[in-house]
């Protein structure tokens, strides 16, 4: 079993930092695939950045290409979000998962493991 929890977000201004964190218990995250999802109150689950288990291939959606950065740090059993110019779009729960698949896994359905999720919200 692996554990999650996230923590780091909060309540910031359109143009805003935030820094999220993903620390697992259990298992070395090494073994996983990890990636950040959001939802937002009346729609779907949606994956924001994926990374591989080596580090060496990301993903981002789209409508955060070129302000969020995921990152991971085996030594610290942790997964980063670097969040930059926030836009009250960006408001939602932020997950964090793992999943023992290979490559880049966007499904949610293929993820194991599940953080709690933390509230980011983006004031205009």
């Known amino acids: 079993q692996v554990q999650l929890v996230e923590s780091g977000g909060g309540l910031v201004q359109a143009g805003g930092s935030l820094r999220l964190s993903c620390t697992a218990s259990?298992?070395?995250?090494?073994?996983?695939?990890l990636g950040w999802f959001r939802q937002a109150p009346g729609k779907e689950r949606e994956s924001v950045a994926i990374?591989?288990?080596?580090?060496?291939?990301?993903y981002y959606a789209d409508s955060v290409k070129g302000r969020f950065t995921i990152s991971r740090d085996s030594t610290k059993n942790t997964v980063y979000l670097q969040m930059n110019s926030l836009k009250p779009e960006d408001t939602a729960v932020y997950y964090c998962?793992?999943?023992?698949?290979?490559?880049?896994?966007?499904?949610?359905?293929?993820?194991?493991?599940w953080g709690q999720g933390t509230q980011v919200t983006v004031s205009s």
């Open positions: 998962a793992a999943t023992s698949r290979y490559g880049l896994v966007f499904d949610t359905g293929r993820y194991n493991y």
């Open positions: 990374i591989t288990r080596s580090g060496g291939i990301t």
């Open positions: 259990g298992r070395t995250l090494s073994n996983y695939v």
